[in-house]
C-alpha cells in the first residue's frame, strides 16, 4: 500500500513563501539584508523610546531652572552691591560740609569778663540764690550744668566787670570776676560788643557819647535778649531811670544761659 506524500508546510516571511518541512525540520533563514534591515528598525524604535522618555522627565528641566534662577539672583545681588555704595558716596561729604557751616555759628565768637555770684551744684540751691539776687532788684541769671554758675552782670573790661561787682558789696554779695566765651552770631556779634560795653559804662556812672548811642540806633537784632536790652537801654537815655540799665544788664544776661 502506497504511503500518502508528504504535504509541504508553506510559511510566509516578509511576504515570500518559504517552504517547512519535517524532513529536514529547519525554519526558514533570514537573510542577511532583511537581518540588517530588522536590526535597523530595532535600534530606531529603541533610539525613539529613549527621546520619548527623555523628553517626557521633568527633573532636568526643574534644575536647569533653578541653576539659572541662582545666577540671576547672584548677578543681581552683585549689581546692587555695586551700584549702592556709588550712590550713597557724594551724602557723606555734603553732611561733613554742612557741618562745617554750623560750627563757626556754635562756636564762641565774643569773651568778656562776668561777675560770678556763686557756683552750685544742686538747682533748687541755685534757684533760691538767683530768687534772692533779684529780690534785691538786681540781675541773675543761671548757666550750665552740674556745676551751676550764677552770674550777676557782664563787661568788656576786667576793670568795669570789677566796678559792677563793686555795687554787690553794700548788698553783702560776695562776687567773682572771670572770663567768659559766649557764642552769638557773627552779624550780632558787633552789637551785642557795643551793648555790653553801653550798660557797663553806664552803671559806672561814665558817659556815653551821642556818637555811640547814633551807632547803637544804626543796629538791627535777631535775639530776642539783646533786643529787650536795647530797648530797656534808650528807655534809660529817655527817662534816666537807673533801675532801666539793672533790666537791661538782665535781658544781655539772658543770652549766656
Not at 557723606?92 to 560740609?97: D, E, I, K, S
Not at 551807632?215 to 530797656?232: C, G, N, P, R, T
Amino acid at each position: 500500500m502506497d504511503k500518502p506524500a508528504k504535504k509541504a508546510i508553506v510559511i510566509k516571511v516578509n511576504g515570500k513563501e518559504q517552504p517547512y518541512t519535517t524532513a529536514t525540520n529547519v525554519l526558514p533563514q533570514w537573510t542577511s539584508d532583511e537581518s540588517d534591515e530588522r536590526h535597523e528598525k530595532q535600534d530606531d524604535s529603541i533610539q525613539f523610546d529613549s527621546k520619548r522618555y527623555k523628553k517626557r522627565s521633568p527633573w532636568r528641566s526643574f534644575l536647569l531652572a533653578i541653576a539659572l534662577a541662582v545666577v540671576l539672583g547672584t548677578s543681581f545681588g552683585l549689581f546692587v552691591l555695586t551700584i549702592i555704595p556709588t550712590t550713597e558716596t557724594p551724602s557723606t561729604p555734603t553732611l561733613q560740609q554742612e557741618q562745617k557751616e554750623e560750627e563757626p555759628m556754635m562756636k564762641p565768637t565774643a569773651t568778656v569778663f562776668v561777675v560770678q555770684g556763686g557756683v552750685f551744684q544742686d538747682t533748687e540751691a541755685a534757684k533760691a540764690y538767683v530768687q534772692k539776687i533779684k529780690g534785691q532788684h538786681r540781675p541773675s541769671v543761671m548757666v550750665g550744668k552740674q556745676p551751676i554758675y550764677v552770674f550777676l552782670g557782664m563787661a568788656l573790661t576786667k576793670e568795669e566787670a570789677k566796678k559792677i561787682a563793686s555795687l554787690y558789696e553794700p548788698l553783702g554779695v560776695d562776687t567773682y570776676v572771670k572770663t567768659w566765651n559766649v557764642s552769638v552770631g557773627e552779624k550780632e556779634k558787633e552789637p551785642f560788643m557795643t551793648i555790653v560795653s553801653a550798660i557797663s559804662l553806664l552803671l559806672n556812672g561814665q558817659p556815653f557819647s551821642n556818637e555811640q548811642w547814633k551807632q547803637l540806633e544804626s543796629y538791627s537784632f535777631q535775639d530776642e535778649h539783646m533786643k529787650k536790652a536795647y530797648e530797656a537801654l534808650f528807655a534809660f537815655r529817655q527817662t534816666n531811670d537807673q533801675s532801666q540799665l539793672w533790666i537791661a544788664q538782665q535781658y544781655l544776661l539772658n543770652v549766656l544761659q
